[in-house]
C-alpha cells in the first residue's frame, strides 16, 4: 500500500495560487492513478483532477477546469496540484488519493492522505 502526505495549503486571497503537494512513500508512486478530491463544511467530496499512472491521461472538475492543473513526478514520489485564479468556492479540505484504476469518482480511491485546509478570502 500507499502512503501519502498533503502540503501547501494555506489562507490566500481571491485569485490567488497555490500549489499543492502530495509526498508518497511505501509502493512506487506509478503504480498507481492519482486524484485530488476536494470536501467543503457541509458538502459531498468533489472530485478536482486526476492522472494516469503514466501521467498521459487528465481529468478535471468542471469547476476547476482552465484553472488547475495536476502533475505528478514519479520519481520524486509526489504529485502536485496547480491552483491558480482561485475563488471562494474553492475554500475546503484538498485531499491527495490513490487508486489503481483510473477514475473521476472519489469514492473510488483507495488509499487517502490526511487532507490539507484551503482558504480562499474574498
Known amino acids: 500500500q500507499v502512503q501519502l502526505v498533503e502540503s501547501g495549503g494555506g489562507l490566500v486571497q481571491t485569485g490567488a495560487s497555490l500549489r499543492l503537494s502530495c509526498a508518497a512513500s511505501?509502493?512506487?508512486?506509478?503504480?498507481?492513478?492519482m486524484g485530488w478530491i476536494r470536501q467543503a463544511p457541509g458538502k459531498e467530496r468533489e472530485f478536482v483532477a486526476a492522472?494516469?499512472?503514466?501521467?498521459?491521461?487528465?481529468f478535471y472538475g468542471d469547476s476547476v477546469k482552465g484553472r488547475f492543473t495536476i502533475s505528478r513526478d514519479n520519481a520524486e514520489s509526489t504529485v502536485y496540484l496547480q491552483m491558480n485564479s482561485l475563488k471562494p468556492e474553492d475554500t475546503a479540505v484538498y485531499y491527495c488519493?490513490?487508486?489503481?484504476?483510473?477514475?473521476?469518482?472519489?469514492?473510488?480511491?483507495?488509499?487517502w492522505g490526511q487532507g490539507t485546509q484551503v482558504t480562499v478570502s474574498s
Open positions: 492522472m494516469s499512472r503514466t501521467g498521459v491521461t487528465t
Open positions: 511505501g509502493r512506487t508512486l506509478s503504480t498507481y492513478a
Open positions: 488519493a490513490a487508486t489503481k484504476s483510473l477514475t473521476t469518482i472519489p469514492y473510488s480511491y483507495d488509499y
